[in-house]
């Protein structure tokens, strides 16, 4: 089995490449990555002296590259994208460019070259707002900003190629995943820079937006459980039940720091379209044996110690979180 991880550089994609050498010694897996800011060579270093590993330093949207990569390939695992929802508010482009046309691309590519089967992230973002309904895998796609946008527009592109060219396309619609080694634009990442550097936690308006809490380890499962047993052409939400407000999580932070929370935060001008909360239906997925079993106060203290070892990126990129 040859397996191409698109994005393996970030946050998700350099956890499943860890997920896939540590659990199948027997695969071969190629890193594909344009190391943009939201990459770090030392998530994948430790693999690159494995000849089962090859890094790639290349763009999603460069098609001329698929020729030296894709022969031979069997899986596919498009975690490359753009992510950040307040950077798509001033540069939407972009967010097409890698999330749109990227994707259209690499499934143009992988049609010519016969690949076996793609997974492709999208987010549960697609769905919209909602207050109390659970959106299923059917539900209709109703993206409230730039990025989200940008990921439904790719979801459309995917069933259009399902469909016009019979490619086996997995969709995965994750919550919001957590764990070491994402950007320092993500909350828990945030949380733990300003409590470093003695500055108080911004919380955009009053904190009250909910967001269920993924950790990185139980999507691998899931993204495995998916690749094996999740038929042709599925669609799946992955999510759990471990719900957060975002002052919640300001709060579990500041207790792994031994702060206190109400001295180390400070409420900050909402951003455009801060959608109230995300809730998907867990049932599809239940029923392959999948289900989370990390919540965020399991991991509250690695994490925190974590990242406050790591010197971060003080003007990196996008990052504008100050």
Not at 10 to 35: A, K, R, T
Not at 75 to 89: K, P, Q
């Amino acid at each position: 089995m040859k397996i191409l991880i698109t994005g393996g550089a970030g946050f998700i994609g350099s956890h499943l490449v860890d997920y896939f050498v540590d659990n199948y010694p027997q695969y071969e897996v190629i890193v594909l990555d344009n190391m943009s800011y939201a990459a770090n060579f030392d998530n994948i270093k430790h693999h690159l002296e494995n000849k089962r590993i090859n890094f790639i330093l290349g763009d999603v949207a460069n098609y001329s590259l698929y020729s030296k990569i894709l022969p031979g390939v069997n899986l596919v695992i498009h975690t490359a994208a753009e992510s950040h929802v307040d950077n798509s508010f001033f540069d939407p482009w972009r967010f097409v460019k890698t999330n749109v046309e990227g994707t259209q691309l690499l499934l143009q590519a992988c049609k010519e070259f016969g690949i076996d089967k793609i997974i492709h992230f999208s987010t549960d973002e697609v769905y919209g707002d909602t207050e109390n309904i659970a959106f299923t895998e059917e539900s209709a796609l109703n993206p409230t900003n730039p990025y989200s946008a940008s990921k439904a527009a790719a979801d459309m592109i995917i069933a259009s190629y399902r469909k016009s060219f019979n490619l086996d396309i997995s969709v995965v619609r994750p919550n919001n995943v957590f764990g070491t080694r994402q950007h320092w634009e993500k909350l828990i990442p945030t949380c733990v820079l300003h409590l470093k550097q003695d500055k108080k936690i911004p919380i955009h308006g009053n904190g009250s937006n909910k967001r269920s809490y993924l950790y990185i380890e139980d999507l691998c499962k899931a993204i495995d459980i998916i690749r094996t047993s999740g038929g042709v052409n599925s669609t799946f939400n992955i999510g759990c039940n471990f719900e957060y407000k975002v002052t919640d999580v300001a709060k579990i932070m500041c207790e792994a720091a031994k702060v206190d929370y109400a001295d180390n935060i400070e409420f900050v001008k909402d951003r455009a379209y801060n959608d109230t909360r995300y809730l998907i239906s867990l049932a599809k997925l239940a029923k392959l044996g999948w289900r989370a079993e990390t919540k965020l106060e399991h991991c509250q203290h690695l994490l925190f110690d974590w990242y406050y070892k790591q010197r971060a990126p003080f003007a990196h990129g996008w990052f504008k979180n100050d």
